[in-house]
C-alpha cells in the first residue's frame, strides 16, 4: 500500500548490489525508492515484478550485447487502485562485473491519477525509464508530477500495417481482442507469442499493446495489466496479456489448459470458441483502426451511458455490444436499429433505468424518443407493432414522467385500430394489457379512447373479454365498478351498463347456486355503496341498481325451480315484498307473471310458520300443479311431524274434487316417510284436522285411502303389540273406525264370509249337528257293515299313515301378493305367487314349467320358465296364515314387520299356527290380484286362496 503522505507518483528501483534498502549483505533488493511508498507495498506488490529471464534464444548463443535483449515492460493495477509502470532490461555484469543481472524500475501512480491517465495511453508507452542507479547516491528518490517522456518517442505504425505485418487479419484482431476483453473479467489470462525476432519481441509487442489499448473503452483500461516479455507463460497477479518467447506455447501444456493462446507463427490459438457474427463491437473496433477519433468519441459514449449502473456492467462485454449498437443508430444507422428493433428499445431503457438516468444520459434519451418516432411512423403507415415494442414506450413513459404524451397515446390508439381491422384477437389483448398494467398510461388513454367517436368501438370488444374473464358474478360486479370509477365516461354510456348486465346473467346462468349467486353480488352492490358513502354519484347508483336489477331478473325469469333447493329458494330476498314483485312483474310475458305467482306461494308456503290452503288463492291449476310438485320435491327429504301441516298442502284440491288427494298423499308419505312409525304419526294427527274430519268423522275417501294403504303396504302392521299400543290405540274414535276396518278387510276370506252371514252360519251348524247325531246312530245299529271287509285285512293291505304323517301332510295351495322388485335400475310394483308345502321335500322339489292364472272373466294368462326361489329351511318357513316373512314392510327390506324387537303378530298373545314350507315365483309384472280364480302349475290345479 502506499502512504497517505503525498498524491504525486512514486519510483521504486531494484537490481543486484553491495547492500539494499532491506538487506545489508550484497544481492538482489530495492535499492532506492520515493518516500511516499510504504514498505507492505514494495515488498508484497513490486518485487514480485522485479524479475527478469534472459529468452533461451540469445543465453544459448551466450549474447554479451544487452541491447539485444527484448525489454520486459510491464502495467498493471494494484488491489487499490494504483497503477504500476515498470520496465526490467538485461544487464551483462553487475556491480562486480563476474555475474548477470537486471534492473528494474518502476512508477506508481495514485488511483485517483490512474483512471484519467489511462484515456492517455501512448504517454504510458512512451515512457522513460533508468537503466541504471548508484546507490552512492542515496537510497531516496524523488516524488514526481507526471511520468517523464521519452527523449524521443515511439512513432505508432498504422494499426492495420502492424496487423498486416504480424499476420493478424481480421478474425485473428477480433479473437485477440474478445480474448483480452475476457480475460479483464475472468482469471483466464492471454499469452501471445509473436512471429518476430526475439530481439524485436519487446518493441513490437508495445506497439501492439497500443493497438489494442485503442481498442479498449476506458473501464477495461482502467484493470488491464500487459508484460511485453516472458521467457514462458506465468500467471502474475494483475496480468492479462503477456507475451512470451517463440517456442514456449506448448502444446499439451496442463498449467495453461484453460487460458487463452496466441501462437502467431502456427497461427494456433486456443480456448477462443465464439461466433463472430454475434459480436457487434468487435466488428465495431475493428472498423475503427484506423479512425481513432470515433473510437474515444465512442468511449466517452460508453462512460456516460454506464453512469449510474452496477460495476460489473462496467466490464460485461454485453454492454460493449449494446453500446457500440446504439452509438452507430445514433450515428445514423438506420441498419442497425432494424435489425433488432425490441433489442435497441430495451437497451436504450436498461441504461436509462437509473435514478435520474433520463436527465443525465440525455443523448440516450433522445436516441430513445428517435427510435419511437420511427415506430409511429411504421404504424400510420398500417403496421401491428410487436408488443414487446410497445411495452419499451410503456415503460418510457413511466420512467420519463409523460414525455412522449399525447403521441403515445396515438400511437397505442393507431396500434389498437390496425389489430382490429386485422381482426388481431391476440394482439388486441396484449395492447391493452400493457396498457392497463401502466399507471401512468392507463388512466389518460381510456379518457381519450372513450371520448372519441369511433375509437370507443375499439373499448367494447375488449370490456367484454375482460367481463368473460370472470368467474364469479359477484367479481364481474366489483369489475365494473373499479372501471366505472376510473372512468366516469362510462357510467353515461349504455352499451357499458348493458354488457355489464348482460354479462352478469350470463356468470348466473352458469353457476351452480344461482341464488347464492345473485345474493353475492347484492351483497357486493351493497359492499361498493357504503365503501362510497355520501360520494357516490347518481350515475354510480344507477349502474348498481341496475346491476342488482339484472341479478334479480335473472332469478324471476331463468330460475330453474325444478333443481332449487328449498334453502337456496328461501333466500331469495325479493320475495318478501309479494306485492312490489307483482307490480314488477306486470310488464313481463303471461310465463314470467306466472312463475312469479308459483314463486311467492312457494316462499309463503315454506317460510309462514302455519301456511294454509289460502297460498293457493289466485293460482290457475297448472301454477298449483307446479307448485305442488315443487314442494313434494322438498318435503321428501325431511318427513318430520313438524312439516305435516305443509305436506297437506302438496296433494290440496278444490271441494269439488274432495279437497285432499288422500290416496295419492299416504302413497307418498310410504315412499318417502323414514320409517312406518312416521306413516302412523301422521294418521293420528290427521284426524284432529279440519281437512280430514267432518263432524267428528273422518271425510270417507281418507276412510278408504287409510284402508286401501294398510291393505296395500302394511298388512302385518295390526299384528305388532308395540304398534297396536304406541299408535293405534291412541287414535281418537273416528280414525279407530278406520283402523277396525283396515284390520276387518286384512282378515283370512272364511273369517270375512262369517262376519257377512251369521245368520246363515247358525241354521248351517244346526244341520251339521243333527246330521251327525242320525249317522252316529246308523253306525252303532250296523247298518254300514254290510259288505265291507274286516278291519284287519284293511289295515294289512292298506296302512294307515301314522299321526305324525298325518300332521305334516298339507296340500299345496297359493296364494298372490304385490310387492316392489327392482326392475331395469329402479323399484316397480310386481305380482308374486307365494306356493306352501307341508314338508321341506315337497317345497325343494317343486318346479314351475307353466303356470297359467285363471281369471274371473274366463280368460287365462300363461307365464313360462320363471324363475323359483325356494325358501325350504327351516329357518325360511313362516306361518300359514302370515303370507310369508319377504318384505313384510313393503320396502323390499326382507326385514319382519314389527317393533324394533322383530317381533311379529305371532307373538305370545296369539295362538302358534302350523309352520310350512314356500317357494316364490315373481311373475315381472303387476296384475290385479283380485280377479284371479284359479291358478295350473304344469296342468295341475293347486288351490288358490285370498290372502
Known amino acids: 500500500m502506499t502512504s497517505n503522505r503525498s498524491s504525486r507518483i512514486q519510483q521504486q528501483m531494484y537490481t543486484r548490489e553491495r547492500r539494499g534498502i532491506f538487506r545489508f549483505n550484497e544481492g538482489f533488493d530495492t535499492i532506492a525508492v520515493s518516500g511516499g511508498l510504504d514498505t507492505g507495498f514494495i515488498k508484497k506488490v513490486l518485487h514480485p515484478f522485479c524479475v527478469y529471464d534472459a529468452p533461451a534464444e540469445l543465453a544459448a548463443r551466450g549474447e554479451k550485447d544487452e541491447a539485444r535483449y527484448p525489454q520486459a515492460l510491464h502495467l498493471f493495477h494494484a488491489e487499490m487502485g494504483q497503477l504500476v509502470l515498470g520496465r526490467s532490461i538485461y544487464q551483462a555484469a553487475d556491480f562486480t562485473g563476474l555475474r548477470s543481472a537486471f534492473f528494474t524500475h518502476n512508477y506508481i501512480m495514485p488511483a485517483d491519477q490512474a483512471a484519467e491517465a489511462v484515456k492517455d495511453y501512448p504517454s504510458l508507452l512512451n515512457a522513460d525509464f ?22 524521443e518517442a515511439r512513432r505508432p505504425a498504422s494499426p492495420a500495417s502492424l ?57 477495461y483500461r482502467r484493470a488491464f495489466g500487459f508484460l511485453t516479455f516472458s521467457k514462458e507463460p506465468q500467471s502474475r497477479k494483475g496480468i492479462h496479456l503477456t507475451f512470451v518467447e517463440q517456442g514456449s506455447l506448448r502444446q499439451n501444456d496442463r498449467s495453461i489448459d484453460k487460458d487463452y493462446t496466441f501462437d502467431l507463427a502456427s497461427k494456433r490459438v486456443t480456448n477462443v470458441d465464439i461466433d463472430l457474427g454475434k459480436q457487434p463491437y468487435l466488428s465495431f473496433a475493428w472498423s475503427n483502426l484506423d479512425q481513432p477519433g470515433r473510437a474515444e468519441a465512442f468511449y466517452v459514449f460508453h462512460e456516460q451511458m454506464l453512469e449510474g449502473m452496477d460495476s460489473q456492467r462496467h466490464t460485461a462485454i454485453a454492454s460493449c455490444h449494446e453500446l457500440a449498437i446504439l452509438y452507430q443508430i445514433e450515428e445514423g444507422s438506420d441498419s442497425m436499429y432494424m435489425q433488432n428493433r425490441v433489442g435497441a428499445l430495451r437497451s436504450m431503457l436498461d441504461y436509462l433505468a437509473p435514478e435520474g438516468a433520463v436527465q443525465s444520459k440525455r443523448r440516450l434519451a433522445e436516441l430513445f424518443r428517435g427510435g419511437f418516432q420511427r415506430e409511429y411512423e411504421l404504424v400510420k403507415q398500417g403496421e401491428m407493432p410487436d408488443p414487446a415494442i410497445v411495452k419499451c414506450f410503456m415503460e418510457f413513459e413511466a420512467l420519463a414522467g409523460a ?107 352458469h353457476d351452480a347456486e344461482p341464488v347464492s349467486a ?34 334479480n331478473v335473472f332469478l324471476l325469469k331463468e330460475l330453474n325451480l325444478e333443481e332449487t333447493r328449498q334453502e337456496a329458494f328461501l333466500q331469495i330476498g325479493f320475495l318478501a315484498h309479494p306485492g312490489e314483485v307483482r307490480e314488477w312483474v306486470a310488464r313481463y310475458s303471461p310465463q314470467v307473471q306466472s312463475t312469479a305467482n308459483v314463486m311467492l306461494a312457494a316462499y309463503r308456503w315454506f317460510r309462514d310458520a302455519e301456511p294454509d290452503e289460502s297460498i293457493f288463492g289466485g293460482l290457475s291449476p297448472a301454477e298449483l300443479d307446479r307448485l305442488q310438485q315443487l314442494g313434494r320435491r322438498w318435503l321428501q327429504k325431511d318427513l318430520e311431524p313438524s312439516r305435516f301441516r305443509r305436506l297437506v298442502l302438496a296433494f290440496y284440491r278444490d271441494a269439488d274434487t274432495g279437497l285432499i288427494e288422500y290416496g295419492a298423499l299416504l302413497h307418498y308419505l310410504h315412499l318417502h316417510a323414514p320409517n312406518r312409525e ?47 299400543k304406541l299408535y293405534f290405540e291412541q287414535a281418537g274414535a273416528p280414525l279407530q273406525a278406520a283402523y277396525v276396518k283396515a284390520r276387518s278387510e286384512l282378515s283370512p276370506p272364511i273369517v270375512r264370509w262369517l262376519r257377512r252371514n251369521r245368520k246363515a252360519m247358525v241354521w248351517f251348524a244346526t244341520a251339521i249337528l243333527v246330521i251327525g247325531g242320525i249317522g252316529g246312530g246308523l253306525a252303532a245299529s250296523g247298518v254300514f257293515d254290510s259288505g265291507k271287509p274286516a278291519v284287519a285285512d284293511i289295515t294289512a293291505s292298506n296302512p294307515a299313515p301314522s299321526p305324525q304323517e298325518r300332521a305334516n301332510k298339507i296340500e299345496p295351495q297359493v296364494y298372490a301378493r304385490q310387492v316392489e322388485d327392482f326392475v331395469d335400475g329402479e323399484w316397480k310394483p310386481t305380482t308374486e305367487l307365494i306356493f306352501e308345502f307341508g ?4 317345497c325343494s322339489a317343486f318346479q314351475a314349467g307353466t303356470i297359467t292364472l285363471k281369471l274371473e272373466d274366463g280368460t287365462e294368462q300363461t307365464y313360462k320358465d320363471r324363475p323359483v326361489q325356494n325358501l325350504c ?28 324387537d322383530g317381533s311379529t303378530g305371532g307373538t305370545s298373545a296369539e295362538p302358534t299356527q302350523q309352520r310350512s314350507y314356500q317357494a316364490i315365483v315373481s311373475l315381472g309384472k303387476m296384475i290385479d290380484i283380485g280377479k284371479i280364480s284359479g291358478v295350473l302349475v304344469n296342468q295341475k290345479i293347486i288351490e288358490y286362496i285370498e290372502k
Open 873 to 900: 329351511s327351516s329357518g325360511a318357513a313362516s306361518s300359514s296364515t302370515s303370507g310369508g316373512q319377504q318384505d313384510q314392510n313393503g320396502d323390499g327390506s326382507g326385514q319382519p314387520a314389527g317393533g324394533a
Open 403 to 509: 414525455a412522449l404524451g399525447s403521441d403515445l397515446l396515438g400511437y397505442l390508439i393507431r396500434s389498437l385500430y390496425e389489430a382490429n381491422q386485422a381482426k388481431s384477437r391476440e394482439r388486441t389483448e396484449a395492447y391493452y394489457a400493457l396498457i392497463e398494467g401502466s399507471d401512468s398510461v392507463s388512466k389518460p388513454f381510456f379518457d381519450t379512447l372513450l371520448r372519441g367517436g369511433k375509437t370507443v368501438e375499439l373499448f367494447f370488444p375488449y370490456m367484454r373479454q375482460k367481463f368473460q374473464e370472470i368467474v364469479r358474478a359477484e367479481e364481474l360486479v366489483k369489475l365494473a365498478h373499479h372501471w366505472s370509477s376510473q372512468h366516469p365516461v362510462l357510467l353515461c354510456k349504455a352499451e357499458f351498463t348493458e354488457l355489464a348486465a348482460g354479462q352478469l346473467a350470463e356468470k348466473l346462468r
Open 130 to 151: 533508468d537503466g541504471s542507479y548508484d546507490i552512492e547516491q542515496g537510497t531516496e528518490l524523488p516524488e514526481l508530477e507526471r511520468i517523464p517522456a521519452a527523449a
Open 839 to 842: 314338508t321341506e321335500a315337497e
Open 163 to 219: 496487423l498486416a505485418s504480424l499476420g493478424i487479419d481480421e478474425k485473428m484482431f477480433k479473437k485477440l481482442l474478445f480474448a483480452v476483453i475476457s480475460s479483464v473479467v475472468t482469471r483466464r489470462k492471454v499469452f501471445v507469442a509473436l512471429d518476430v525476432a526475439v530481439e524485436e519481441l519487446s518493441e513490437t509487442a508495445l506497439q501492439l499493446v497500443g493497438v489494442l489499448y485503442g481498442s479498449l473503452p476506458y473501464a
Open 518 to 551: 345473485v345474493n353475492a353480488v347484492l351483497d357486493t352492490v351493497d359492499r361498493l355503496l357504503a365503501e362510497k358513502g355520501r360520494i357516490a354519484d347518481e350515475d354510480m347508483l344507477l349502474l348498481m341498481e341496475q346491476l342488482s336489477y339484472a341479478a
Open 678 to 724: 312416521t306413516v302412523y304419526l301422521f294418521m293420528n294427527w290427521s284426524e284432529k284436522q279440519r281437512l280430514f274430519s267432518r263432524e267428528r268423522k273422518l271425510e270417507p275417501g281418507y276412510v278408504a285411502a287409510v284402508v286401501a294403504y294398510f291393505k296395500k303396504y302394511d298388512q302385518d302392521a295390526f299384528k305388532n303389540r308395540t304398534n297396536r
